[in-house]
């Protein structure tokens, strides 16, 4: 009976020790909800997960530029943008599985920008992408791919290894946001209605060699092979900006493997004006990303090529979708108003 009683003991010990070091830990992470924000977005779909007809995944340029509101408004497409800063190939490849093992939408759109990068970037990217991901092979996986030299894997497995010294940069949001994270993002759309026109854009220079890497083929043609397995649909896009410069070279390397591969490619640098897009009053950044106004048109034009070209079904008459969409246009248009009185 004592040894039983020690047993217990101990293991009430170690419990009340791990549930300490969950808590301490929760508390020193970085919350990304009013700084950083992009590093909640991957978590914010947990919740949503399933019914979703389009995902998007890729950087930052899917998830400023394409607006799943205005794709359901507009055409009853159901839709969710998984992405995030700097996502590299090999980070989307991991999100696109983790994403196919909770719902197999019927297209996948993954925009072709980070084809550019075959490297690690930095700590602080991969961490924007990675620390609010569910634990999963797809994690362990993208933690190895996008390590830099200079990372510890260990350091991923108990955060608190690498926040332990945020002690003295904790703020009352830490609190606020210990238990429930913020929803920053309309089905993964980030909102923004600043209104920055382009000004003088960086010479555009000649490269050495515009040849993708290797490791960047390999991971697209991963990609293709995991939605041919689902009977996915996978169509590549590169959104529209006028920085940085998605040079013709890259364009036909892209085009070739789109026909190679019987893909859909569409590249949006070259239609700004069939969209109408107007980079002097649709953008917040210079040219780089769209604000609101873009993101509606930039929606609206895709919209029609997913509806008419790519089949996607019309959910609207489906009430439990109506539902839930006619209640997430109402917080996204009252934000969007909320927005714009703050930024006129």
Excluded at 67 to 77: K, T, V
Excluded at 132 to 156: H, L, Q, V
Aim: aromatic share 14%.
């Amino acid at each position: 009976m004592k040894k039983i009683k020690t047993v217990l003991s101990v293991a009430a010990v170690l419990v009340a020790a791990a549930v300490m070091l969950g808590l301490l830990t929760r508390l020193l992470e970085p919350k990304y909800a009013t700084d950083l924000e992009e590093g909640s977005f991957l978590a914010q779909y947990y919740e949503e997960a399933g019914g979703h007809d389009v995902i998007f995944i890729g950087d930052c340029e899917v998830y400023a530029n394409f607006s799943p509101m205005e794709l359901y408004r507009d055409y009853g497409i159901t839709a969710y943008v998984r992405g995030t800063s700097q996502q590299l190939i090999w980070q989307s490849y991991y999100i696109l599985k983790e994403t196919l093992e909770y719902e197999t939408p019927k297209a996948v759109v993954y925009n072709v920008n980070a084809m550019r990068y075959s490297e690690p970037v930095s700590e602080a990217y991969n961490r924007l992408t990675i620390d609010n991901m569910r634990w999963s092979d797809e994690k362990i996986g993208i933690i190895r791919a996008s390590m830099t030299e200079e990372e510890d894997f260990m350091s991923y497995v108990f955060p608190i290894l690498r926040y332990h010294s945020r002690f003295d940069e904790l703020t009352a949001e830490d609190l606020q946001y210990f238990f429930q994270g913020k929803t920053n993002t309309f089905n993964g759309y980030q909102m923004n209605t600043n209104v920055v026109s382009v000004g003088t854009l960086p010479t555009k220079r000649v490269l050495r060699d515009y040849s993708f890497r290797d490791i960047c083929w390999q991971y697209l043609e991963e990609m293709t092979r995991l939605c041919q397995e689902k009977g996915v649909e996978l169509i590549l896009i590169k959104a529209p900006s006028l920085y940085p410069y998605w040079y013709d070279q890259y364009d036909a390397q892209i085009q070739q493997y789109a026909d190679q591969n019987g893909l859909a490619y569409y590249n949006f640098t070259t239609c700004a004006e069939e969209i109408g897009l107007d980079f002097s009053t649709d953008t917040y950044d210079g040219g780089l990303h769209l604000n609101l106004a873009g993101a509606v048109k930039m929606s609206r034009y895709f919209g029609s090529m997913l509806a008419d070209v790519h089949g996607m079904p019309d959910r609207r008459d489906d009430p439990q979708t109506a539902a839930i969409y006619e209640e997430k246009l109402r917080a996204y248009d009252a934000e969007a108003q909320k927005e714009k009185g703050t930024n006129p």
